[in-house]
Each structure stands twice: as C-alpha cells, then as structure tokens.
C-alpha cells in the first residue's frame, strides 16, 4: 500500500538557521507531491507541489522542496526560519488510484528557539 | 471573511450522545471533504462529496454519515458518539480537476467523555 513517511515528528532549530524536514513516500507510479503547513489554531494551507517539471519546487514564505526520484524523497528546506514558521508541516501524496485522494504523513513539528 | 467556516470549533459531549459538525464555504468548489486528525497520524478521510448528488465514503467512515445540502454546505454526523472519535476535524474544499490543492476550515475540536 502507499505511505508517507515523515521521519521526525518534531525538529527543534535555532532562529535564522536552515532546516530541512524529510518526507519519504512509496509509490510505483508518476508522483504527486505535496506540503502543507498548519500554524497553531488553524487549518492547514498549502506550501508548495510538485506535479511535474523541474525537480525543485519553489513555494511561499521561502520554503522549498526537492523531488527525488530514486531515493523516492520530497525533503522541505528553509535558509533560514523565524519564529513565525513555528508550525507543524505535513507532507502529502496523491493516491495512485485516484485524482482528489491524498494520503498523508504523520506530520513534523517545526519547533523555532530563540 | 473565512472561504471555508467550521462550527462548532469546539465541543464536549458524551458518549451515546449524536453530533453534528457543520461546514460551509464561500469558494464556489464542487468537492468537499471530511478529515479527522489525531496526534502522530496525519490526516484520514471520513466522507468526500464531488456535488449535491455524489457523496463517497473514505478511509475511515464508520461511525459517521455525512449530508450535502448545497454546493456550499457538508456536514458531518456522529449518530452516536464514543471516546475514540475524540479528534480533530477538519473540512476542505477543492475546485474541479485532478491536482489542484485542497482548502481547509479551521478545524472543530472534538471531545467525547
């Protein structure tokens, strides 16, 4: 069956230092890849997708992410995070029988220090 | 104003009891969907309707029924309530079309005693 692996469930960094968090997904098909954050207290919103084209992606508030086909990987990066980007950060694959299904990882929380 | 609305966003029953959440949006998408998240799993879904006459059961659907009244309305019903359907849910909406994103309410928080 498809999976989602988000390999940490929390990753503490320090204010203006870089991040990654990794996202690891089984699929034997094309890929449909996707990262969605959710602040405290609020819904989730989409970060970035990757559908097709280039292999790194590019979406709001800086973040980016980068496919990688032979190590079946969809890692989210940041130069540098603020304490705004204090959230948790899901990572999402569309089901391979299906056009509108998603099937989601367990989800990181970005924890920012000071 | 919120595109999609979730009430209550809060609520304490207790077991046996039936509950309705209520979501509503002003984006003009056709598709709606039921999620409940919990603690280190991510997101399941519940119910997912493609318009007013086409209504689907997802991964996890027992326990739970759904109406779609309008395009813009879905709820979600717990006949009767247990402990494990304490969660948090959330509704989503998406237009038309095979990979565009999913739009999600703020979420209710459930809490069955």
């Known amino acids: 069956a498809q999976s989602v692996t988000q390999l940490d469930s929390q990753v503490p960094v320090f204010e203006e230092a870089p991040v990654e968090l990794r996202c690891n997904y089984s699929s034997s098909v094309s890929v449909y890849l996707f990262w969605y954050v959710q602040y405290p207290n609020q819904g989730l919103q989409l970060l970035l997708k990757y559908l097709s084209g280039s292999t790194l992606v590019k979406g709001i508030n800086g973040f980016e992410a980068e496919f990688n086909k032979s190590q079946t990987s969809f890692h989210l990066r940041k130069p540098s995070v603020h304490i705004s980007d204090t959230a948790e950060y899901f990572c999402?694959?569309?089901?391979?029988?299906?056009?509108?299904?998603?099937?989601w990882g367990a989800g990181t929380k970005l924890i920012i220090k000071p | 104003d919120a595109d999609v609305t979730q009430t209550p966003r809060n609520r304490i029953t207790k077991t046996g009891k039936r509950i309705m959440l209520e979501c509503s949006q002003t984006k003009g998408h056709d598709r709606m969907y039921w999620y409940r998240q919990d603690p280190g799993l991510g997101l399941r879904l519940i119910y997912y309707s493609f318009d007013v006459k086409d209504i689907n059961k997802g991964e996890i659907s027992d326990g739970y029924s759904v109406s779609r009244q309008a395009q813009a309305k879905f709820s979600l019903s717990l006949e009767s309530a247990i402990p494990n359907q304490t969660a948090l849910y959330f509704c989503a909406t998406s237009p038309t079309g095979a990979y565009n994103e999913q739009f999600f309410g703020p979420g209710t928080r459930l809490t069955v005693l």
């Open positions: 999402a694959v569309r089901k391979e029988d299906s056009n509108y299904q998603l099937i």
